[in-house]
Nanobody, 127 residues
Framework: QVQLVESGGGLVQPGGSLRLSCAASGSTLDYYSIGWFRQAPGKEREGVSC????????YVADSVKGRFTISRDNARNTVYLQMNSLSPEDTAVYYC????????????????????WGQGTQVTVSS
């Protein structure tokens, strides 16, 4: 079993940057595909990005392509989400999640394939 803890959220002005961290304990993160999701008030949970287990293939939603980058530091057992050029539309609670399988294609966007979830970190983009 793996426990996930997100950090790095906060209040940032439009155009600013944040780096979210997803720290894992209880298991080696490299064995899992890790996804980042977000949920804004009144909206469904949305897949933002994912990094597959093993080969580290990455996926990113069209809405954040070119602005968000996912990466994994195996030594720190942590996955990061670098978010640049933030806009108010990016305001949401951001969650990381771990799947015990190799994620490929569009399956990464499906919340149901993930086995473990963190409690989320709030990101607010506002002037």
């Amino acid at each position: 079993q793996v426990q996930l803890v997100e950090s790095g959220g906060g209040l940032v002005q439009p155009g600013g940057s944040l780096r979210l961290s997803c720290a894992a304990s209880g298991s080696t993160l490299d064995y899992y595909s890790i996804g980042w999701f977000r949920q804004a008030p009144g909206k469904e949970r949305e897949g933002v990005s994912c990094i597959s287990s093993g080969d580290g293939m990455t996926y990113v939603a069209d809405s954040v392509k070119g602005r968000f980058t996912i990466s994994r530091d195996n030594a720190r057992n942590t996955v990061y989400l670098q978010m640049n050029s933030l806009s108010p539309e990016d305001t949401a609670v951001y969650y990381c999640a771990a799947a015990r399988l190799y994620v490929h294609g569009s399956m990464w966007t499906l919340p149901g394939i993930y086995d473990y979830w963190g409690q989320g970190t709030q990101v607010t983009v506002s002037s």
